[in-house]
C-alpha cells in the first residue's frame, strides 16, 4: 500500500466514525459534548460516551488521526515533541498539586487573570497557620505552566492570561473549597474521583522514577538491592506499597488507593460487573467472592451494587483497609450496613483465613504489579484454599504478541475466547500501540467493527497489517510503568496461562471489556483448578 493510500484510508475511517457518532447522537437530539465545558457525568450526552457504538467510533478517531499525525508530522518535530514530552507531565502535576482546578471551579462561571489565580494559590499554600511563604507564586510563570496545557487541551485560555476551566480540567476537580483545601489538603482526595487521583501518582513517585530508568538499566554495576527502577530512585529496598505505608507518604498513599478506583471507569460501561465478563447470575445467593488484593473494594461495591445476591470479602493489607471509611464518605452506606461488602486483612502471600468458604477469589489488576515467580506464588495460595468448584477471576491488561494477531495467539490455548463482532478478545485483531498519550494507529483494522469493512482494501482491515506503515504492537505504558515501578510487567495471554499452570489452574475462558476503547485491554480470565 502506498502512503498516500495508507493516508486515504484513515481519513475514510475518520469519516465512517463521524457518521456513525452523528447517527446515535442525532437520534437523540443531542450533541457530543463540548471539549469546552466542564464535564456533566449526569447528561445524556456524556453517558453516551460509552455506549459500544460510540465507544468504538471515538477510538477508531483517536487511532486514525494519531496516526495521520505520525506519518504526516516532520520527523525533527516529532521527536522534540516527544523529547520534551515530560514538561506535559510537570505542568499537569503543578496544575493538581497548586489545586487550580478548584479555584477556578469556584469562580465559575467567570474565569480568572493569572495576577488573580496567584495569590489565591498562595492563600491555600499559607495553611490554617497562615504561614508566611518566603516566595509568593509569580503570575508570569503561572502563565507559561496555563498556556502550555491550554495548547494541550488541559484548560481554556479565553483571553490573554486568562483561564478557565473545561471538559479534561473539571475532571480534576475535587469539590473541595479553596477554604477546605486551606484547612487540609489532604482532604482532597476523600470521596474523590480517580481520575483525580491518578496525576499525583503518575507524575510523583512514577515520573521521578521513569527518569533514572536509562541509569539503573545501563549502569554496569548494579547493586543487588535494588529490585526495580523504584528502589534505586528512592534509594529503599522497600516495594512500593509498602514504601507508601510510611507515615511520611501518608497523602501519597491516599491518593494511590483512591487513583486505584480510576480502573473499573476505563473498562467502560459494561465492564467486570456484566455476565459476559463473568457468569454472576449463575452463583447461588449468598456465593462468597474473595476480591483479593481489593484496595478500598472499588471493584467489589461496584459488583454489589449489580449483583445483590453474592457476598463481597475484600482482603488488603490492614493499612490499606484502614482508608476504606474516608475513600467512601457517606457514600453506600446501605451496602457496607447489610454485610454484603466487608473487610479482611489479608496478605495475598499468606495462606488464605480458615473457615473462609471462598465459590470465586478475584484477583483484578494484581499479578502486573509483580514478577512472575511472586504471581506463582499468589495463585498457589487461592490454589490450597479452592475446591473442584472453585473459579478464578483474573482481570489484566492482555497484551497481544509483537509479531502475532490475536487469531493467531488464540489457535494455540485452550482457554474458550469469546468472540464479541468480528473480533475475539481485542477489537479486529491488535492494538498497534500508543505514541506520547494517544492511542495511535488504526492498522489491523481497529476501525472495521464501524466501517464494516467498507475500507479493507485500503488497509484498514486485520489482513492488511503487512502493508502498514506502523510497527503491529508497542506496549502500553502501563507495562513500562509496571516494570518500572515494581519489576512487573503487562502480559499475553499465553504468559497468563504458564503462570496460572504452574499455580494448578487452567484458563478457561477469556472475555474483555465492552464500552470503551481503553478497555478493549482489558481480559477478563475465568481459571478453574486442576
Not at 488464605?352 to 484477583?363: D, R, S
Request: glycine share 8%.
Amino acid at each position: 500500500m502506498t502512503t498516500l493510500a495508507h493516508l486515504r484510508a484513515l481519513h475514510a475511517a475518520i469519516g465512517s466514525a463521524l457518521d456513525e457518532i452523528d447517527r446515535v447522537y442525532g437520534a437523540r437530539g443531542l450533541d457530543f459534548p463540548s471539549p469546552d465545558a466542564p464535564i456533566c457525568p449526569n447528561s445524556e450526552a456524556e453517558k453516551l460516551t460509552t455506549e459500544p457504538a460510540i465507544a468504538k467510533a471515538t477510538g477508531a478517531i483517536v487511532y486514525a488521526c494519531g496516526q495521520l499525525s505520525k506519518v504526516v508530522h516532520p520527523p525533527f518535530y516529532t521527536v522534540m515533541e516527544n523529547a520534551q514530552a515530560g514538561h506535559i507531565s510537570a505542568a499537569l502535576q503543578f496544575l493538581e498539586a497548586s489545586h487550580i482546578v478548584e479555584i477556578l471551579a469556584s469562580a465559575a462561571p467567570h474565569a480568572l487573570h493569572v495576577s488573580e489565580i496567584a495569590p489565591r494559590i498562595d492563600y491555600i499554600r499559607a495553611g490554617p497557620d497562615n504561614t508566611p511563604l518566603s516566595h509568593p507564586l509569580q503570575p508570569k510563570h503561572l502563565s507559561h505552566i496555563l498556556r502550555l496545557l491550554a495548547a494541550h487541551q488541559w484548560i481554556r485560555e479565553v483571553r490573554p492570561d486568562v483561564f478557565a476551566i473545561n471538559r479534561l480540567s473539571s475532571l480534576l476537580d475535587s469539590g473541595k473549597t479553596p477554604e477546605q483545601l486551606r484547612e487540609d489538603p489532604a482532604c482532597k482526595y476523600d470521596g474523590a474521583n480517580g481520575a483525580l487521583a491518578m496525576v499525583p501518582m503518575c507524575t510523583g513517585a512514577v515520573f521521578r522514577t521513569m527518569s533514572y530508568l536509562s541509569e539503573y538499566l545501563l549502569n554496569p554495576i548494579r547493586d543487588p538491592r535494588w529490585a526495580a527502577c523504584f528502589n534505586y530512585a528512592y534509594q529503599t529496598e522497600e516495594q512500593i506499597y509498602i514504601w507508601y505505608e510510611r507515615p511520611e507518604n501518608s497523602i501519597r498513599h491516599k491518593q494511590t488507593i483512591r487513583a486505584m478506583t480510576a480502573g473499573t471507569s476505563g473498562e467502560g460501561r459494561d465492564g467486570i460487573a456484566d455476565s459476559s465478563a463473568f457468569p454472576w447470575l449463575s452463583l447461588a445467593p449468598g456465593t462468597v467472592v474473595a476480591d483479593v488484593g481489593g484496595g478500598v473494594g472499588g471493584i467489589s461495591v461496584c459488583l454489589a451494587r449489580a449483583h445483590p445476591h453474592l457476598k463481597f470479602v475484600v482482603q488488603d493489607r490492614a493499612q490499606t483497609l484502614a482508608a476504606a471509611p474516608a475513600a467512601w464518605g457517606t457514600r453506600h452506606q446501605e451496602i457496607f450496613a447489610s454485610g454484603r461488602v466487608t473487610y479482611q486483612p489479608q496478605d495475598f502471600f499468606d495462606p488464605q483465613p480458615e473457615g473462609l468458604k471462598v465459590g470465586v477469589f478475584l484477583l483484578a489488576r494484581i499479578m502486573h504489579n509483580w514478577p512472575d515467580d511472586a504471581c506463582q506464588r499468589i495463585l498457589r495460595r487461592l490454589r490450597e484454599a479452592a475446591t473442584p468448584e472453585t473459579r478464578l477471576l483474573i482481570v489484566e491488561q492482555i497484551i497481544p504478541p509483537t509479531t502475532e494477531v490475536l487469531g493467531e495467539e488464540t489457535e494455540a490455548t485452550s482457554a474458550k475466547v469469546v468472540p464479541n463482532g468480528v473480533s475475539k478478545v481485542f477489537p479486529n485483531g491488535v492494538w498497534n500501540g500508543i505514541t506520547n498519550g494517544v492511542w495511535n494507529s488504526i492498522a489491523n483494522g481497529v476501525t472495521n467493527g464501524i466501517t464494516n469493512g467498507k475500507h479493507g482494501k485500503a488497509g484498514v482491515n486485520g489482513d492488511q497489517s503487512k502493508d502498514s506503515k506502523v510497527p503491529v504492537r508497542r506496549f502500553p505504558y502501563s507495562s513500562l510503568t509496571m516494570m518500572a515501578m515494581m519489576d512487573g510487567e503487562e502480559r499475553t495471554l499465553r504468559e497468563f496461562e504458564t503462570i496460572a499452570a504452574a499455580a494448578g489452574w487452567r484458563i478457561d475462558r477469556v472475555a474483555r471489556a465492552e464500552g470503551s476503547s481503553f478497555g478493549a485491554l482489558f481480559g477478563y480470565m475465568t481459571c478453574v483448578p486442576i
